[in-house]
């Protein structure tokens, strides 16, 4: 009996573990046709949505030092929702269907980049503009807020942590310059070699967005991608400045690079990369360069959609208490959807603006522009330095970059006043 028992013990040990096994291989089948499922409902949000980057870290292809610390990793369920919920959801436009990623630029002034992005979330239409940051080092505050904070769930954030002493330095206060080329350098091939996007926009966090941001950028995409004259679209108007501009429809070419709210291509990027500033800074004036830029330009408003409430920065406030704070911010919508922007292409343009040219009447003073209104006025300059002492009369501002004046076409400048349109012009 002893063994019978014995025996019949056993074949029942055996079985439980057989059963034991049998449910574990179970189990572990399920899960991982569960995980391959959830890879499948991924793929398919990315391709339908291209919201990839809000369900799955984009840093998971990057370099592992790209962050350093175990706590900026956005793969964790409390750092980011796999469903995010925009804040806004305004009525979609039918132009809005191309994915056209926000990349925000910051650095340590959190103030700034929660002002920044309110606006974002205020304005942004239910898809199709994906808010990344980018931020310089590892402030503990922006990252705490971008990981923690209310947009959580609907920011991607990646850091640059590996600033590196410039091979041609300068004075110690212009180092920022240095640093903030070698930025803009990892972001860029962040968005567009890593997370391959074909076309971005790019947002410094002391900026403020109009109403139909989004819809200008929208509209004016097809135009960029299309026209080979074009290098950029920018929501800055450098000479726009309250009570000198007020058609909120109007558009222009400029042949000055604005930045501060401006779009490019993956193919500009695969254009520049190589030989871009990041070891001797500046890469603003450097894009305005005539070997870089190449004749090209870019789409402007004549009512900027972005205004800049920076004081505090890289640049100590240059230009900001005398022109950047006045510079007017569009008041309200426009449908671009609605409007033809065929006129911007190049040949279209040059015919508009020498049409202009032709009817305008010539005037010998700023002051004159006030015996005239509803007209077409000219004011002529010889040189740069004429040029600067009629900008600083009216309000405009005044400094050439690589022989082009800001906001000018061909020499030209328009500007508005007592209901006529100026040309200042060469």
Known sequence: PGRQWLGSTLWTTLCLLASILFLYYLYSFS???????????EKLVSE?????????NPLETSS??????????????TAKSATPTPISSPPQSP????????VVVTYNRLEYLSRTLDKLFEHRPSRGFPILVSQDGDDSAIRDYLLHGKYSSQVTLNQYLHRHQPKAPGQPQQEVYYYIAQHYDFLLSWVFDRLQYDQAIILEDDL??????????AKTLTLLKDDPSLWCVSAWNDQGRKKLVSDLTALRRTNFFPGLGWMLTRELWQEIREDFPRET????DWMREPQHRKGRDCIIPEVSRTHTFGAVGASAGQFYNDVLRYIELAWKKVDFEALDIDYLRKEKWEEKLEELKRKAK????????????????MIKYSNEQEFAMIASQVGLMPDFKSGVPRGGYNGVVMYRSNDNLILLSP
């Open 48 to 56: 339908q949505a291209d919201l990839l980057q809000l369900i799955r």
């Open 362 to 377: 010539v005037i010998g003073s700023v002051d004159d522009v006030y015996k005239y209104s509803g007209q077409t006025l």
């Open 31 to 41: 899960s991982n046709l569960c995980q391959d499922r959830l890879h499948q409902l």
């Open 208 to 217: 403020e967005i109009a109403g139909d941001f989004f819809e200008y950028f």
């Open 64 to 77: 592992t030092t790209t962050l350093s610390t175990p706590t900026t990793t956005l793969s964790t369920p």
């Open 281 to 284: 800074g500046y890469w603003d």
């Open 95 to 102: 132009i809005l269907n191309a994915t056209i990623p926000i």
